[in-house]
């Protein structure tokens, strides 16, 4: 089964308008960190935030914003007031304390902002 | 240069080829990466190596054989490709294990097999 489900193959949205990047998890680890990486055109991964999980607080960093849910093991992304630069791929991962070596990715969610 | 770097960026090779992919990071990191990303798929690792040596082969065939002769150079030897490799191969590095530190991730090369 897939450790890490982002339903949303692809989105488009207008500029300026605020879109949310769904994630969902599956672990029986108590202790583990869920990721959310950006992928523009140009290949590379690019770090955007950990969480771990004994910290539900939910994150705000400019126009970015993500929602931990514990109760429904989800930790969706959330973009105020989009820009033609977010179009990217945004991928959501997992790594569990106790399988400290492994790293699960979702298969991303295309996003494009039409100007 | 800075970050982490991939050479080559594109790679086209028969099934019968030998070929290296090449992955330097200038971060001074402890701990470097393979993923694969194919069409459709979640990035799968497949190998970790820290501080030069491997400790993860996550079941990948052994026409992939990585080698990390220090701790800011990986490569990843290819020979008797079947088409279904063909994919994007990222490296990473991080400052150290586990996996749940943040990892830097370079370009990519774009592997084809004929």
């Known amino acids: 089964a897939q450790k890490v489900t982002q339903a949303q193959t692809e989105i488009s949205v207008v500029e300026k308008e605020d879109v949310t990047l769904d994630c969902v998890y599956e672990?029986?680890?108590?202790?583990?960190?869920l990721f959310w990486y950006k992928q523009p055109p140009s290949g590379e991964l690019v770090f955007l935030i950990r969480?771990?999980?004994?910290?539900?607080q939910n994150e705000i960093s400019g126009r970015y914003s993500w929602n931990f849910q514990k109760s429904t093991s989800s930790f969706n992304f959330t973009i105020t007031a989009s820009q033609v630069v977010d179009s990217a791929v945004y991928f959501c991962a997992l790594s569990e304390a106790n399988t400290g070596n492994q790293f699960y990715f979702g298969t991303g969610t295309s996003l494009t902002v039409i100007p | 240069e800075t970050g982490v770097t991939q050479t080559p960026r594109h790679l086209v090779m028969g099934m019968t080829n030998k070929k290296s992919l090449k992955c330097e990071q200038h971060?001074?990191?402890?701990?470097m990466y393979w993923y694969k990303q194919s069409a459709k798929k979640p990035l799968e690792l497949m190998f970790v190596?820290?501080?030069?040596?491997?400790?993860e082969n996550n079941s990948v065939p052994s026409r992939f054989s990585p080698e990390c002769p220090n701790s800011s150079h990986l490569f990843l030897h290819l020979h008797t490709l079947q088409p279904e490799d063909s994919a994007l191969y990222l490296c990473?590095?991080?400052?150290?294990?586990?996996?749940?530190?943040?990892?830097?991730f370079g370009p990519g090369t774009r592997l084809t097999v004929l």
């Open positions: 190596y820290s501080l030069e040596e491997r400790v």
């Open positions: 969480r771990n999980s004994f910290d539900e």
């Open positions: 990473a590095s991080s400052q150290a294990l586990p996996l749940y530190n943040e990892q830097f």
């Open positions: 971060l001074g990191h402890n701990a």
């Open positions: 672990t029986r680890d108590t202790t583990y960190y």
